[in-house]
T-cell receptor, first 112, second 113 residues
Framework: QQPVQSPQAVILREGEDAVINCSSS?????VHWYRQKHGEAPVFLMI?????EQKGHEKISASFNEKKQQSSLYLTASQLSYSGTYFC?????????????FGGGTRVLVKP | DSGVTQTPKHLITATGQRVTLRCSPR?????VYWYQQSLDQGLQFLIQ???????AKGNILERFSAQQFPDLHSELNLSSLELGDSALYFC????????????FGQGTRLTVV
């Protein structure tokens, strides 16, 4: 089952903040976040594990709410380089060879 | 460079034809995932192989098939191609331990004319 991302798109001015949410109807083991620039491959940002800590990558951080089966990605003091499409990927069980399913993506455009 | 190699990078073919996309995973990675990304759309999970065996199937058409070979490279076969099959096809690989990241290849852009 595919996780649901919101919003679908966001436009920011450089220096502004944004939050992207990723929700699942099933219990999650982990949430992965990737960023994809137009025409390029998705690039890994971070993973959050059930029972794990909040992670950070530059000024991009994320949290994992196990009760709500939801993860949020925080873009703080956004930079032009943050533009792209952000995907969350989910694993539902702790097992080798897990399926990794992605949400529909959130397009982020950071303007000067 | 993610270490995942996909060939070819671009493919243009006619409707009704059959093509094979190839993926070489990172050294040591046991899982290979295939995803389809239509123009400006999300990553649609097609199929996953783990150590040579099919592990999970997504919304993969019957005209599509895949396999993973003993050396762990994988091939995605697309047959009876239609215009709507035009898309970017990504392969990703991981060591497959729970909670470890997947690394994506650069993709194969398929154009069906």
């Amino acid at each position: 089952q595919q996780p649901v991302q919101s919003p679908q798109a966001v436009i920011l001015r450089e220096g502004e903040d944004a939050v992207i949410n990723c929700s699942s109807s099933k219990a999650l083991y982990s949430v992965h976040w990737y960023r994809q620039k137009h025409g390029e491959a998705p690039v890994f940002l971070m993973i959050l594990l059930k029972g794990g800590e909040q992670k950070g990558h530059e000024k991009i951080s994320a949290s994992f709410n196990e009760k709500k089966q939801q993860s949020s990605l925080y873009l703080t003091a956004s930079q032009l380089s943050y533009s792209g499409t952000y995907f969350c990927g989910t694993e539902y069980i702790k097992a080798a060879g897990n399926k990794l399913t992605f949400g529909g993506g959130t397009r982020v455009l950071v303007k000067p | 460079d993610s270490g995942v190699t996909q060939t070819p990078k671009h493919l243009i073919t006619a409707t009704g034809q059959r093509v094979t996309l190839r993926c070489s995973p990172r050294s040591g990675d046991l899982s290979v995932y295939w995803y389809q990304q239509s123009l400006d759309q999300g990553l649609q999970f097609l199929i996953q192989y783990y150590n040579g065996e099919e592990r999970a199937k997504g919304n993969i058409l019957e005209r599509f098939s895949a396999q993973q070979f003993p050396d762990l490279h994988s091939e995605l076969n697309l047959s009876s191609l239609e215009l709507g099959d035009s898309a970017l096809y990504f392969c990703a690989s991981s060591v497959s331990e729970p909670g470890t990241e997947a690394f994506f290849g650069q993709g194969t852009r398929l154009t069906v004319v």
